[in-house]
């Protein structure tokens, strides 16, 4: 292993040959450099000095690996553009590709930017059994179990023999090909791809000149697809995009694009963080039309060598260690996920009548409990709230009784579960007098004949108007029980977890940590980093699970005590 003084020397070189590179390609650094950080951080973006206009990094959207890019590369395009256009593959199968394809091609332009990235990563997909296992029990777990057999299928199905042939065609006929560089390629978009927004025309130029003509576009055609889900925990980072007013403030629709963009992608993630990057679709602000820029945030000049840090959104541990392979100790956006499997329905009494009032209702079988959430309950100590005006709080299905009978309780101000979870829990906890009275409310109110069909919210009210609350929350109180079981099952309570971080003396990288390293009492003196991150995470879902299991409970009592 080599030693830090080395690794050190290894990433100047390498930095060197990447400065030069973004020079050739027009990379512009006027507020700052790239530096190493460490082996644990790797590189990072830091001030150098100060900019009148707060530009710190100019990037041309040439120079970013995009859909359109890889479909228009000789090597890559003519072999994928079929492929894609007929839905076989995505825009992100598109990119990954790239990446693994260009590591691995001799002769690579992209190879001064491309050695620069990590060659391993902290997300669960890169843990060894052992360290996997200390995520038994948390959603992760199931979720790193089921991408990893995903992964692997979709190499043997598609990847591994497009990119043979790839690599034939560039005249390489030695190149080994195997998962490992896939799974490299996969981790490096889904840590430093952003979602670009870009004006339709830079995205569909001939669709931009044949405008005159009243030519038309249809969406599906396009290399830009913003609705592919990726699982859970993929699709929350769909729904982040970088607060931008528009693409400098053109009247040309936007277009969103995920890509990497080479030197705004070594920017590290902070809560509070002093940049914001920003499109320029004119030229205006930069000087280069169609850039990308880095903009301080900053009121006052930044302090030398200050690192410049983005934020990569209001992220949960669970999402930043499956997304980028860290977490944030006593994160303030940790959540905890709870679900009710769609299977158990189907298991359920009248589970025919209880699917088709959950299709109605548009109902949510999965919820996240933002920690924030807490600060409105009923034991609201050691936690804080982000929401000024409330937002955090839960809203009520409704303020009135259709029939009367039904009155508002008590609790509802401090309720802290979402409502439409808890519509969904009424649903599946109805008993047959139950079922029966929510339809006899909607037939009464859209007619025998069914005039028209009732709208969700109708169906919610009906539904919370024959029985109440008593049930979603014995079903709720059950979950979050089974959730806490199966987080302490194999690793103990909160507090095992948190002797265990008290005990760990250092943190280090794994390669530097070998396990019999103990102390006398049996604690590892070193924890690699993965451990301490899963630590850390699962920790922090202990905690939550206590709090909202707690929260469940005195609700279902004071419920069932008001006699709903």
């Known amino acids: 292993m080599a030693s830090e003084e080395e690794a050190a020397a290894a990433a100047a070189a390498k930095l060197e040959r990447l400065l030069q590179w973004l020079q050739v390609n027009k990379v512009e650094l006027r507020g700052c450099n790239i530096k190493y950080c460490g082996q644990n951080k790797g590189f990072g973006v830091f001030s150098s000095n100060d900019v009148s206009d707060g530009v710190l990094l100019v990037v041309p959207l040439d120079l970013a690996i995009t859909p359109m890019r890889v479909l228009q590369d000789p090597l890559v395009g003519p072999e994928c553009r079929s492929m894609f256009e007929e839905g076989e593959v995505d825009d992100r199968f598109l990119m990954i590709l790239f990446l693994m394809l260009e590591r691995l091609r001799n002769n690579s332009s992209w190879k001064p930017y491309l050695d620069m990235l990590p060659t391993t990563f902290g997300n669960p997909l890169w843990f060894t059994d052992d360290e996997l296992l200390e995520l038994k029990g948390t959603t992760l777990y199931r979720a790193t179990e089921l991408q990893r057999k995903r992964l692997l299928s979709l190499y043997e199905d598609k990847v591994k023999g497009l ?14 090909v195997c998962f490992e560089d896939f799974l490299w390629a996969n981790s490096v978009f889904w840590t430093r791809a952003l979602n670009i927004p870009l004006p339709r025309s830079y995205v569909f130029p001939q669709v931009q000149e044949d405008q005159d003509s009243q030519s038309s576009l249809s969406i599906d055609s396009g290399v830009s697809h913003s609705d592919i889900s990726a699982g859970d925990l993929t699709d929350r980072k769909d729904e982040e995009r970088s607060k931008v007013p528009g693409v400098d403030g053109q009247f040309n629709e936007t277009v969103w694009v995920e890509g990497l963009v080479p030197g705004i992608d070594f920017c590290n993630h902070d809560l509070k963080a002093v940049a914001t990057w920003e499109v320029d679709g004119t030229g205006m602000t ?19 060598e200050k690192e410049i840090t983005i934020s990569y959104g209001n992220k949960g541990n669970e999402e930043l260690l499956y997304l980028y392979g ?4 006593n994160n303030p956006d940790e959540y905890l996920m709870v679900h009710y499997p769609v299977e158990a329905i189907q298991n359920a009494p009248f589970s025919d009548s ?18 924030r959430l807490l600060a409105h309950g009923f034991f609201p100590a050691g936690t804080t709230s982000n929401d000024d005006n409330g937002k955090g709080k839960s809203e009520k299905i409704c303020s009135f009784s259709w029939s009367g009978q039904r009155r508002i309780p008590s609790y509802a101000n401090k309720l802290v579960f979402p409502e ?21 409310f909607l037939e009464e109110l859209v007619g025998s004949e069914g005039v028209r069909q009732p709208t969700d919210t109708e169906v919610r009210t009906a539904v919370w108007e024959a029985c109440g609350d008593s049930g979603a929350l014995q079903l709720l109180f059950d979950l979050l029980q089974t959730k806490v079981m199966n987080l302490e099952e194999n690793s103990g309570t909160e507090d095992c977890d948190t ?13 530097q940590c070998e396990s019999k390293d103990t102390d006398e009492s049996g604690h590892y003196k070193f924890m690699s980093r993965n451990r301490w991150s899963s630590i850390v995470y699962r920790k922090g879902q202990k905690q939550l699970a206590r709090l909202f299991l707690k929260e469940a409970e005195h609700v279902l009592h004071l419920s069932l005590s008001e006699g709903e």
């Open 420 to 440: 439409e979870f808890l519509t969904t829990l009424r649903t599946i906890a109805m008993q047959e007098d139950e079922l029966f009275k929510a339809s006899s």
């Open 326 to 329: 860290f977490v944030i100790d």
């Open 163 to 176: 990119v043979q042939k790839l690599l034939i065609l560039d005249g390489d006929l030695e190149s080994e």
């Open 354 to 371: 209880k699917m088709q009032l959950l299709e109605a209702q548009k109902a949510e079988m999965r919820c996240l409990l933002p920690k």
């Open 499 to 511: 002797e265990l971080l008290e005990k760990a003396h250092d943190v280090k990288n794994i390669e």
């Open 286 to 304: 930069t000087g280069v039309p169609h850039s990308m820029y880095l903009l301080s945030a900053e009121k006052t000049s930044f302090q030398m």
